[in-house]
């Protein structure tokens, strides 16, 4: 953590101090830290070191004009499904320093682009909530016992909830897209509340406009087969990525071919959900709102 960093977050939390690390992954690190009212929060940097080289390189951390993407994306407003992000910690590359930006502050440029005009920040890091004694779900998959039907139904309407509002704050003729949903980007506590988190490969399109093929996204075996076949793909991608760790809850297995669903020994109900999640065309694939519609819901 870099000295500039450090103090620019004493000045607004004067008895900072880390309290332990939370995780490390390719492209950032988390920290868990008290705030001056002595809440738990999780502060997470990204290494935005090559974004910061010259303020006109290309970036997923990058907010300008003309484009605002990835974690800069976690701090609108979601369900209670979606991990609350407080502050973005971000660098002006007008004014040359580091700064805390507030929730309501980057909202603000997100609704109103002409409010950036002329002006560029790179993220480098965020503020949220504290999940206490939450864990992946993918470690809840993986070391505890076979989820039953109630718990597998409890959590995947959260899950399908959350994406359902993350899909619909992209704005006027745009959706929103998580683009990394996995078991690993899933936080559960002992109650099987959810929080979904990682905002790195998040998107805002009008998709049905998109006349340049999007990058390669997500994780091996949540990724919807579009993205492997490097075709143009809109935010039903979450939904491949929703139906395939259902089927992980379900098996303790990694979705790898489709035809895994079929000959399955799970509820005929949720296998049904799960092949409609998982469709190859896409088009076929049920909305979050819909999913929460069909009969393994409703029965």
Known sequence: MGKNIVSMLKESYPGLKIQKTLGE?????????????????????TNASAAMQSAEAESSFRMTKERIGGEWLALLDYSPEVVRTEKALCFDHNEKRFMLMEKAAVKNLYHNPEKREGKVYTLVGTISDYMEGSKELG????KAPPMKLDEIRFIAKQILQGVQSIHEKGGKGRTL???????ANILIEDQNRIKIIDFGFARVENWSKLQRRPSFVGSDNFMAP???????????????????????????????????IATSRI???????????????????LFPKEALKHPFFTA
């Open 226 to 260: 579009e993205i492997v076949r490097a075709e143009f793909y809109d935010e039903k991608v979450d939904a491949y990525s929703i139906g395939a760790t259902l089927y992980q809850m379900a098996t303790k297995k990694v979705l790898k071919d489709r035809s895994q």
């Open 177 to 183: 897209a998580h683009r990394d949903l996995k078991p």
């Open 267 to 285: 509820d005929e109900s949720l296998k049904d959900l799960v092949l409609n999640l998982t469709s190859q065309n896409s088009r076929e694939r």
């Open 25 to 45: 992954g390719a492209f950032s690190e988390a920290y868990l830290f008290k705030d001056n009212s002595g809440l738990k929060k999780v502060l997470k940097l």
């Open 139 to 142: 470690d809840k998959i993986g």
